[in-house]
């Protein structure tokens, strides 16, 4: 061999044990994020009424930091940030909203980074909230010798009523629910201008289910009567007057509590 080969020889042996001998670098491990877990005191709720709270633990405990309250309504994609709470000693938290408007609506928690852990997020908890809205705001079906009014009954106004129009005549209203309402409240009544001594009757249905039936004289008041309309997809009210003594009949006030 000659000495050029021989060098050659010589140089890549003390390459290879150091490629042997040389440390391996392992990949930088990846930080952890924190976790967290949530749960909703309603899975349905009244707007403008209830308040839904979210209670959970976040781990590591991070006590004194801060937790966000996140939700998106309906169809919306993005999530909006709605309040915070602070970390208690042990990990837990709890936060609260106050719903204002109806429909479906998801909550999560949000635990913003810190001290080299990522954030991280709950999982998302689905609340449907419900909300009372006037009856006579809503479009109306078929409608016969009944309109909308503010009426006296024992001498109290009842804004957005439904009062008939000529008495003696059969009279109704219809309104189409759709199936997302829950209850509806109403007061029924002859008004103040019927004469003494005459008489009506209020019949409510539900996809051509009677629902109530009551009998109406001057003095006599049905209050803030509740009916249930879940999966209701149309309502019908029918109000019966006496021609002679004049009789004015009336649903004051109705509400339904519905969502999107």
């Known amino acids: 061999m000659n000495r050029l080969t021989a060098l050659a020889a010589t140089v890549a042996l003390a390459a290879g044990s150091l490629a042997l001998t040389a440390p391996t670098q392992a990949a930088p491990a990846k930080a952890q994020a ?11 709720a009244v707007a403008k009424e209830d308040t839904v709270k979210v209670k959970g633990r976040v781990t590591p405990k991070a006590a004194g930091e801060k937790v966000v309250l996140q939700q998106r309504v309906g169809n919306k994609k993005t999530w909006k940030s709605t309040g915070n709470a602070k970390i208690k000693s042990n990990g837990t938290y709890v936060l609260k909203d106050k719903p204002s408007t109806q429909g479906p609506r998801e909550y999560r928690v949000l635990k913003p980074a810190s001290k080299g852990l990522k954030k991280g997020y709950s999982k998302a908890l689905a609340v449907e909230v419900y909300k ?47 199936r997302k309402c829950t209850d509806l409240r109403a007061t029924y009544a002859l008004t103040d201008s019927s004469a003494t001594g005459s008489s009506g009757a209020v019949t409510v249905s539900a996809d051509g289910a009677v629902l109530a039936n009551h009998s109406l004289s001057v003095g006599t008041v049905v209050v803030d009567e509740v009916l249930d309309v879940s999966d209701v997809f149309r309502l019908k009210v029918d109000l019966a007057t006496s021609a002679t003594p004049a009789a004015i009949a009336a649903v004051a006030t109705p509400e339904v509590l519905c969502t999107r």
């Open 34 to 44: 924190y976790k967290i877990t949530a749960k909703a005191n309603l899975e349905v």
């Open 132 to 178: 009372w809205e006037k009856l006579v705001y809503r479009p109306s079906g078929p409608r016969v010798n009944v309109e909308p009014a503010g009426v006296l009954i024992g001498a109290e106004y009842f804004g957005q009523s439904l009062a008939t129009t000529t008495s003696g005549t059969p009279s109704s209203v219809e309104y189409t629910l759709g």
